[in-house]
């Protein structure tokens, strides 16, 4: 760009990022589809119900099977 008097590499400004956090003593989590299973279960009301091992079972093999791009062999299995 022009007229710019600092040019930072991505690489200088992860290290800066990265330097900032542990700084705050800040930790930082992957999100993946997994995350979120533990809050669906509790909005549904699930934590107290034998149900969520069921339900997280189901939700694990739909999640691994979309990785793996067969999702309607499972779908069409769960029922």
């Known amino acids: 760009m022009e007229g710019t008097k600092f040019v930072f590499e991505s690489k200088t400004i992860m290290k800066m990022e990265l330097l900032v956090l542990s700084s705050l003593d800040w930790k930082m989590n992957l999100v993946t589809p997994l995350a979120f299973v533990d ?3 509790r909005r549904l ?9 069921e339900f997280l079972r189901r939700s694990e ?11 309607m062999n499972v ?3 769960s029922h």
């Open 39 to 41: 809050y669906i279960m």
């Open 75 to 77: 779908l069409s299995r």
């Open 61 to 71: 093999r739909i999640l691994l099977s979309v990785c793996n791009g067969n999702v």
């Open 45 to 53: 009301g699930l934590m107290t119900h034998n149900l969520h091992y």
